[in-house]
């Protein structure tokens, strides 16, 4: 597979784990609002705002070799 097919197959994949990850961080955060103190909420989105990119790094470093 050369590297212009693979480039186009992680966007879209890239594209469709942003949308199911912020679905679900929005969702579970609005679920813990009413339970977390402001502090705690605002810790859940830093985090969440964050942690989005680890799993990212095979993809990346999939689309990019030779």
Same mark, same amino acid.
């Given at each position: 597979?050369?590297?212009?097919?693979?480039?186009?197959?992680?966007? #879209?994949? %890239? =594209?469709? @784990? %942003?949308?199911? @990850?912020?679905?679900?961080?929005?969702?579970?955060?609005?679920? =813990?609002?009413?339970? =977390?103190? #402001?502090?705690?909420?605002?810790? #859940? @989105?830093?985090?969440?705002?964050?942690?989005?990119?680890?799993? %990212?790094?095979? =993809? #990346?470093?999939?689309?990019?070799?030779?």
């Amino acid at each position: 597979m050369n590297i212009r097919a693979r480039k186009a197959i992680g966007c #879209f994949a %890239l =594209l469709a @784990y %942003l949308a199911v @990850y912020a679905i679900a961080a929005a969702t579970l955060g609005a679920y =813990l609002q009413p339970v =977390l103190p #402001f502090w705690a909420e605002l810790a #859940f @989105y830093v985090i969440a705002g964050i942690v989005w990119v680890i799993p %990212l790094k095979p =993809l #990346f470093t999939w689309m990019t070799r030779p």
